[in-house]
């Protein structure tokens, strides 16, 4: 049974619009969640975080909003670009573990249109 | 970019024959990891280590096996591949052990 879910397999945006990616997760022990994202051919690379001790983080275009009771988050990007066009796993974990005990989520795959 | 390089990029192999991918970093850091990436399931950890010689077993690690005997080395072995096996593998790094990842390109293997 997957922990932390996506929903969402895939999302198209026009460009200048807001892009929003959903992330449910089912263990409430979960403290900490990470967005990566990943260009074909490539890696994933680290986007965002937030603990738990927050319900926003801001990085630029890049907003995640945490509503802890209902097990969700949410990343808002705006205005979306073309090159934000990726899939983005939502990954998620207990503060005090190793990274080892991160569960990543199945991905959403984002096409911004120009 | 963090000095990660994974050999090789892409491989085909038959079932039932051995395989090992290299990961190499040039960072020293002690924590690597070997993820598998397969569609509806994300990223799912094979195995890792904490330092040379200091390997555990990760969600999916049956029909795998690592060796770590340099700090800048982890090798992943699938010892008889299997169609099963197919998939994107992906090593990554952090500084330390509850900071986040950096991932290597990948490597894309196939077993026919």
């Known amino acids: 049974d997957q922990q932390v879910k996506q929903n969402s397999p895939s999302l198209s945006v026009q460009e200048g619009r807001i892009s929003i990616l959903n992330c449910d997760y089912t263990?409430?022990?979960?403290?900490?969640f990470l967005w990566y994202k990943k260009y074909p051919a490539e890696g994933p690379t680290f986007l965002i975080s937030?603990?738990?001790?927050?319900d926003k983080n801001e990085d630029g275009r890049f907003t995640v909003f945490l509503n802890k009771s209902a097990k969700h988050l949410s990343l808002h990007i705006v205005p979306s670009q073309p090159g934000d066009s990726a899939v983005y796993f939502c990954?998620?974990?207990?503060?005090?573990?190793?990274?080892?005990?991160?569960?990543f989520g199945p991905g959403t795959s984002l096409s911004v249109i120009p | 970019d963090a000095g990660i390089t994974q050999s090789p990029r892409h491989k085909v192999t038959e079932t039932g024959t051995p395989v090992t991918l290299r990961c190499h970093q040039t960072?020293?850091?002690?924590?690597m990891y070997w993820y598998r990436q397969d569609p509806g399931h994300g990223l799912r950890l094979i195995h890792y280590?904490?330092?040379?010689?200091?390997?555990d077993k990760g969600e999916v690690s049956d029909g795998y096996s690592v060796s770590r005997s340099k700090t800048e080395d982890f090798l992943l072995t699938l010892e008889s591949a299997t169609s099963s096996q197919t998939s994107v593998y992906f090593c990554?790094?952090?500084?330390?052990?509850?900071?986040?990842?950096?991932f290597g390109q990948g490597t894309r293997l196939t077993v026919v």
């Open positions: 990554a790094i952090t500084r330390g052990p509850g900071t986040e990842a950096f």
């Open positions: 280590s904490y330092g040379v010689k200091d390997t």
């Open positions: 960072e020293n850091h002690r924590y």
């Open positions: 937030i603990s738990s001790i927050k």
């Open positions: 263990n409430s022990m979960f403290d900490y």
């Open positions: 990954a998620a974990r207990k503060m005090k573990t190793s990274y080892d005990k991160v569960i």
